[in-house]
């Protein structure tokens, strides 16, 4: 089973729009992280946030976690073709003993 | 290190017999998993290793599956009596252990075994 669900599904945008998707999750964490994975490929970890950090930034990203309402997002800003992907949200327990649990994914096309 | 590899990256068989795939993880890294990845879906867990332990195993898991990493560096994975519901793509990661605060590091993936069972 997956503990998180994106949304969209689907985004298709052009070059140079901001991308946002929104990951909510069920069970309390320690922390929520970031992949992408371009098509047939495994996946590139992004970014973590930890359960008691609110907003986190690296280069065009953008993390978001509410705790309160079980939810993440992630924004890319100035999209390019290249970040043409599938973006998936994981969550890790509190203990840590637990592996990564991933979402669904968000699949982003971004048209030059 | 070059990363995690993963071998092989394909994989055909006929319903009926058994496959192993293989992984090496980054070698300082303590913690390898499997996961499993069909079409669309994200990565489901299988199992996962701390060294040479096998810490967790998922209900995906049946008694047909087993993973080994005997010295607590390469690991494999093994499907006997293949079906088809068992084609996947299996991705391989590895990452250290967790931080003193129990957060867990980012994971390293391999580039998967894509298995196709006829």
């Known amino acids: 089973s997956q503990q998180g669900e994106e949304d969209p599904q689907a985004l298709s945008i052009q070059e140079g729009e901001n991308a946002t998707m929104n990951c909510s999750y069920k069970t309390s964490i320690n922390n929520l992280q970031w992949y992408r994975q371009n098509s047939g490929r495994g996946l590139v970890h992004l970014i973590l946030i930890r359960s008691n950090e609110r907003e986190k930034h690296s280069g065009r990203l953008r993390v978001t976690l509410d705790t309160s309402k079980k939810s993440s997002s992630l924004l890319i800003t100035a999209s390019r073709a290249a970040d043409t992907a599938s973006y998936f949200c994981a969550t890790g327990g509190l203990t840590g003993r637990r592996a990564l649990t991933f979402g669904s994914g968000t699949r982003l096309q971004v048209q030059p | 290190d070059t990363g995690v590899s993963q071998d092989p990256r394909h994989k055909i068989t006929k319903r009926g017999q058994n496959v192993t795939f293989r992984c090496d993880p980054i070698?300082?890294?303590?913690?390898l998993y499997w996961y499993r990845q069909t079409l669309g879906q994200g990565p489901e867990f299988l199992t996962y290793f701390q060294n040479e332990a096998q810490l967790e195993k998922s209900r995906l898991l049946s008694d047909r599956f087993s993973a080994e990493r005997p010295k607590g560096s390469f690991s494999t994975l093994e499907i006997q009596r293949t079906e088809q519901g068992d084609s996947a793509m299996y991705l391989c990661?590895?990452?250290?252990?967790?931080?003193?605060?129990?957060?867990?590091?980012?994971?390293?993936f391999g580039s998967g075994t894509r298995l196709t069972v006829v």
């Open positions: 070698s300082e890294h303590n913690r």
């Open positions: 990661a590895s990452s250290l252990g967790l931080r003193t605060d129990r957060t867990n590091y980012g994971y390293t």
